[in-house]
C-alpha cells in the first residue's frame, strides 16, 4: 500500500536554529498538508498546499514557518528560528483530490525536540 | 464549525465488536462524516466515511442514523492491534477548506 514517508524520525534541535522536516508524499497525490501534535495534547491543522503554493494556513503557521516543494518528489516544513514550544510531533499528510468525498494518507510522524 | 461529541473512553475485549459513537447534531447536509484513528506513536490513519448511506470497508463499518445526527464506527471483531484514539470529523464546504480539524477523540483500550 502507498504511504506518506518522513525523514528524520526524530530531531533534536538547539533552541534558534532552523530545522527542516522532510515528507514524501503518495506519488499521484496533489494535495498536501503538514499537522502537529504537542505532546498530550490535540493534531492541530498547520498548512495545507497545491499547485506549488499555500491553499489554507492556521494561526500557529506564523512567519517562522514555510513550506516548499523543491522537487517533484519531497515536501518540507523549514522552521527558521525554533522555540521551546515548537517541540511536538509533526505529521505530513497527502490526498489525491480536493473532495470531502476522500480520505488522507498521513506519514509516522518526525518528533521535533527543542533543548 | 460544527461539533462531534466523543466518549473520552471505551474498553472492549479481544474479539468481541466494538460501537464507537459519536454525536454531531448540528451536521449539514453537505458534510461527509470522517473516521479516523491513531495508534500509539503513528500518525492519523484514514478509517472510513460517509454521508448518508451505511458504509463497509475492510477496517470497519460506519452506521449513520437516518436524521444524520449520529454515527457509530463498528468494528467487528476487535485485536489488540485496533487499541488507539478514534476521531469522528466532519468534512465539507462550511468545515474549512480541506483541513481536518481534530477532537479529542475516543481512547478505545482493547482486554486481552
Known amino acids: 500500500e502507498p504511504e506518506v514517508t518522513q525523514t528524520p524520525s526524530h530531531q533534536v534541535t538547539q533552541m534558534g536554529q532552523e530545522v527542516i522536516l522532510r515528507c514524501v508524499p503518495i506519488?499521484?497525490?496533489?494535495?498536501f498538508y503538514w499537522y502537529r501534535q504537542i505532546l498530550g495534547q490535540k493534531v492541530e491543522f498547520l498548512v495545507s498546499f497545491y499547485n506549488n503554493e499555500i491553499s489554507e494556513k492556521s494561526e500557529i503557521f506564523d512567519d517562522q514557518f514555510s513550506v516548499e516543494r523543491p522537487d517533484g518528489s519531497n515536501f518540507t516544513l523549514k522552521i527558521r528560528s525554533t522555540k521551546l514550544e515548537d517541540s511536538a510531533m509533526y505529521f505530513c499528510?497527502?490526498?489525491?483530490?480536493?473532495?470531502?468525498?476522500?480520505?488522507?494518507?498521513f506519514g509516522s510522524g518526525t518528533r521535533l525536540t527543542v533543548v | 464549525d460544527a461539533k462531534t461529541t466523543q466518549p473520552n473512553s471505551m474498553e472492549s475485549n479481544e474479539e468481541e465488536p466494538v460501537h464507537l459513537p459519536c454525536n454531531h447534531s448540528?451536521?449539514?447536509?453537505?458534510?461527509?462524516i470522517h473516521w479516523y484513528r491513531q495508534l500509539p506513536s503513528q500518525g492519523p490513519e484514514y478509517v472510513i466515511h460517509g454521508l448518508t448511506s451505511n458504509v463497509n470497508n475492510r477496517m470497519a463499518s460506519l452506521a449513520i442514523a437516518e436524521d444524520r445526527k449520529s454515527s457509530t464506527l463498528i468494528l467487528h471483531r476487535a485485536t489488540l492491534r485496533d487499541a488507539a484514539v478514534y476521531y469522528c470529523?466532519?468534512?465539507?464546504?462550511?468545515?474549512?477548506?480541506?483541513?481536518?480539524?481534530f477532537g479529542q477523540g475516543t481512547r478505545l483500550t482493547i482486554n486481552p
Open positions: 499528510a497527502s490526498s489525491e483530490v480536493r473532495n470531502f468525498n476522500y480520505g488522507y494518507t
Open positions: 448540528t451536521i449539514s447536509g453537505t458534510d461527509y
Open positions: 506519488s499521484n497525490h496533489l494535495y
Open positions: 470529523i466532519l468534512r465539507g464546504e462550511f468545515q474549512g477548506a480541506q483541513k481536518l480539524v
